[in-house]
């Protein structure tokens, strides 16, 4: 190899250390804290909370609130009103609760009202809005009809998946899970699941019944309370989290492969019966 390929090589090696070293530091010092000035600019900006670099679209500040603890992941775009440096009234557009998880990508396109309670997460490129445009007269573009606002209702501890689209009008009650994809407008109730385009309910708890249908049963490897303890002890909670998980995991597994042996032996799929089957003279 000669001199002038060495060297390009280590050039290279040196330049692409310093872009991703150069760009970790852009991401670090370009996020929004409470020990930003960015964070001035919000109705209110709670303790702990975090909004990642780069972001997409933020404007109407004065009439967003975000709580305490809430991590909002990169390129996410949050907005209140049509376009920047409007006055919207007196009371906020956009409240996202305490302790909350957007994924990256995720769009809150607020006009009127959308209130997102605690603990809500969901995943990345999610889209949420309370404004869309009307569709009555047939002579005119639609994206140049008179648009209608109608209030957004997230409950505590909804989860919704990736690629989500939350419509105007859309309330959804406490502990609802929304699958990724689903098309989501109308009222739903606390603890279900619901998917689709248009999204229904795919599963409900009953209070007396349980789950409709029945999950499988399945007993957490921790309790609620050591959860919540690792979840704020930073990374070595999150490192107990993961040894603990892959744990679980394997013991799942082995269970999964000790049922369906048990239920091949039940149907009387034994070696003799699977020779018999393989043109095999059975013993």
């Not at 959804?172 to 109730?189: D, H, I, Q, Y």
Request: with cysteine; net charge negative.
């Amino acid at each position: 190899m000669s001199l002038k390929l060495v060297l390009a090589t280590r050039a290279r090696r040196l330049l692409h250390s310093a872009v991703n070293r150069g760009w970790e530091w852009v991401q670090r010092h370009g996020e929004i804290t409470p020990s930003t000035l960015g964070r001035r600019r919000f109705a209110h900006f709670g303790e702990g909370a975090c909004i990642g670099f780069p972001t997409g679209a933020i404007y109407g500040e004065p009439w967003i609130s975000i709580g305490d603890h809430t991590l909002i992941g990169t390129h996410c775009t949050i907005s209140a009103g049509f376009v920047p440096g409007l006055d919207l009234g007196p009371d906020l557009v956009v409240r996202i609760g305490g302790s909350c998880s957007l994924g990256r990508g995720t769009h809150i396109v607020g006009h009127q009202s959308i209130v997102i309670g605690d603990d809500v997460f969901t995943g990345p490129n999610v889209y949420i809005t309370d404004q869309n445009h009307s569709y009555g007269d047939l002579e005119v573009p639609i994206g140049r009809q008179w648009p209608e606002n109608n209030p957004v209702e997230i409950g505590d501890g909804c989860w919704i998946g990736t690629g989500a689209i939350i419509l105007p009008g859309t309330r959804l009650g406490r502990n609802v899970a929304v699958a990724g994809g689903a098309v989501v407008r109308g009222e739903f109730p606390d603890n279900c699941v619901i998917g689709g385009v248009p999204a229904k309910i795919l599963r409900h708890h009953d209070p007396v019944e349980g789950w409709l249908p029945p999950m499988r049963p399945r007993t957490p490897s921790v309790t609620k309370e050591e959860f919540t303890m690792l979840s704020v002890c930073g990374h070595e909670g999150l490192q107990v989290m993961q040894d603990r998980l892959r744990e679980e995991t394997a013991g799942i597994l082995q269970e999964r492969l000790r049922e369906d042996a048990q239920g091949l032996n039940g149907n009387g799929l034994n070696g003799h019966t699977l020779a018999s089957e393989n043109g095999s003279p059975a013993a």
